[in-house]
């Protein structure tokens, strides 16, 4: 397993682009985000989804979350955008709101379970964005951890649990933890919390 230090302001863009490199051939990343350490992986590669997974131990019905460079590359993702969901990525991104949008046919059915839907992100964190950027292409960005254990903002305990079972691992030093990004389906008129998080879900009503 690779490890590299990467500033969390001014990443390298080599040293991003090699990480990009790496997941474009199916391999899997641990990276820093502007909440906790994520596992990456391209999310059009049937093979890498499935190294999650098992690295994880993660069930297959449970879906994958992404991440992206930007609004834009989100669009790029996502088959469509509601004026909501476009309405509250652009008051909240870069940040720790996720949404939901339907999926381009190009993201394997192992990220969504099935669904056809996939929750995405534009994080505040140089190093996540950049990655994404790198690729071209929004990643997965599941917490470095073994399922049911607590998610960690140190690249350490990510290292100890997933020994063997990464390829890189981008350090920038702790991650600022705490709360978990807040995740909202807004495809309708009536958005709808799915998971409590960062961003105050009464906040987000309010820019409805």
């Given at each position: 397993m690779e490890r590299l230090t990467v500033s969390p302001a001014n990443p390298d863009a080599r040293t991003l682009a090699h990480a990009a490199d790496i997941l474009a051939r199916g391999g899997l990343v641990i990276f820093p985000t502007d909440t906790l350490y994520g596992l990456a992986a391209d999310p059009r590669n049937a093979r890498a989804v499935e190294r999650v997974f098992r690295a994880k131990g993660r069930s297959a019905r449970q879906a994958l979350p992404l991440i992206a460079a930007s609004l834009a590359q989100v669009e790029a993702a996502a088959t469509s955008l509601s004026p909501l969901t476009r309405r509250l990525a652009e008051r909240f991104w870069p940040g720790p709101l996720t949404l939901v949008v339907d999926a381009v046919a190009s993201i394997v059915p192992g990220v969504h379970g099935g669904t056809g839907a996939v929750a995405i992100r534009v994080p505040d964190h140089a190093v996540a964005r950049g990655l994404a950027s790198q690729l071209a292409f929004p990643i997965v960005s599941t917490s470095a951890n073994r399922s049911g254990e607590a998610a960690t903002s140190?690249?350490?305990?990510?290292?100890?649990?997933?020994?063997?079972?990464?390829?890189?691992?981008?350090?920038?030093?702790?991650?600022?933890?705490?709360?978990?990004?807040?995740?909202?389906?807004?495809?309708?008129g009536r958005p709808q919390l799915l998971r409590a998080g960062a961003v105050p879900f009464a906040s987000v009503l309010e820019v409805l």
């Amino acid at each position: 397993m690779e490890r590299l230090t990467v500033s969390p302001a001014n990443p390298d863009a080599r040293t991003l682009a090699h990480a990009a490199d790496i997941l474009a051939r199916g391999g899997l990343v641990i990276f820093p985000t502007d909440t906790l350490y994520g596992l990456a992986a391209d999310p059009r590669n049937a093979r890498a989804v499935e190294r999650v997974f098992r690295a994880k131990g993660r069930s297959a019905r449970q879906a994958l979350p992404l991440i992206a460079a930007s609004l834009a590359q989100v669009e790029a993702a996502a088959t469509s955008l509601s004026p909501l969901t476009r309405r509250l990525a652009e008051r909240f991104w870069p940040g720790p709101l996720t949404l939901v949008v339907d999926a381009v046919a190009s993201i394997v059915p192992g990220v969504h379970g099935g669904t056809g839907a996939v929750a995405i992100r534009v994080p505040d964190h140089a190093v996540a964005r950049g990655l994404a950027s790198q690729l071209a292409f929004p990643i997965v960005s599941t917490s470095a951890n073994r399922s049911g254990e607590a998610a960690t903002s140190t690249v350490g305990a990510a290292m100890d649990v997933l020994d063997g079972l990464v390829d890189l691992v981008l350090d920038c030093g702790p991650t600022t933890g705490g709360e978990p990004s807040t995740v909202v389906d807004a495809r309708t008129g009536r958005p709808q919390l799915l998971r409590a998080g960062a961003v105050p879900f009464a906040s987000v009503l309010e820019v409805l």
